[in-house]
């Protein structure tokens, strides 16, 4: 069945370092694959998505390449700020299956 | 206006309990669902009904039951609750049956403690 592995957590940074979040999934056929952000004590928000490879989705400074051949849609930012401080959740979704599944969750901590 | 709104955010009870949880969406969409994230915020999906019609129904004991009135609202009861039912439960809603490359909204939340 379709299932996404993100990198473990937590993730520590100080502001304006760069991250990347690994994110690689398994899924027959042509899934979407999303990226969500948790800020304490919120729900989920979509923080950008792609639909199909090649594509880049991209968001508040964030982006995602949707790479086929490597089936991977890692999370990347160049300077991260301590309001980036979140759980991210990579996700896909496709025609075959009835819901989105969702990896573990990265939790990012930025510090001053 | 509040996409998908959920009542209560905080819910705490005593084991063996009866309580509910209910959600409403205003965006139209003809999907919603019920997760369960636990302390490790890992989200298991429990739950997704379609036009009220029950699409998925994962592992999960009968002690919960959904109940969609109308396809703006996806309510979930929960009976004799255990103290492994503590959780944040989150509503969401989409457009399409899961697929298609649709997002999903999700409510604020609901975090329930059973002591």
């Known amino acids: 069945g379709n299932s996404v592995t993100q990198m473990e957590g937590p993730v520590t940074l100080s502001e304006e370092a760069f991250l990347t979040i690994n994110c690689t999934y398994t899924?027959?056929?042509?899934?979407?694959l999303f990226w969500y952000v948790q800020y304490p004590g919120e729900g989920l928000q979509l923080l950008l998505k792609a639909t199909k490879a090649d594509d880049k989705g991209s968001n508040k400074g964030f982006e995602a390449t949707y790479r086929k051949e490597t089936t991977s849609f890692h999370l990347e930012k160049g300077s991260v700020q301590v309001s980036d401080s979140a759980v991210y959740f990579c996700?896909?979704?496709?025609?075959?299956?009835?819901?989105?599944?969702f990896g573990a969750g990265t939790r990012l901590t930025v510090k001053p | 206006d509040t996409a998908v709104s959920q009542t209560p955010k905080y819910l705490v009870t005593q084991m063996g309990n009866d309580k509910s949880i209910k959600c409403e969406q205003n965006l139209g969409h003809d999907t919603m669902y019920w997760y369960k994230q636990d302390s490790k915020k890992f989200l298991k999906i429990m739950f997704s009904y379609n036009n009220k019609e029950l699409i998925i129904n994962e592992t999960v004991p009968n002690r919960f039951s959904p109940k969609s009135p109308d396809k703006a609202h996806l309510n979930l009861h929960i009976n004799s609750l255990e103290l492994g039912d503590s959780a944040v439960y989150f509503c969401?809603?989409?457009?399409?049956?899961?697929?298609?490359?649709?997002?999903?909204?999700f409510g604020p939340g609901t975090r329930l403690t059973v002591l």
């Open positions: 969401a809603s989409s457009q399409e049956v899961g697929g298609g490359g649709d997002e999903q909204f």
């Open positions: 996700a896909l979704s496709s025609y075959n299956n009835n819901d989105m599944r």
């Open positions: 899924a027959t056929g042509y899934p979407s």
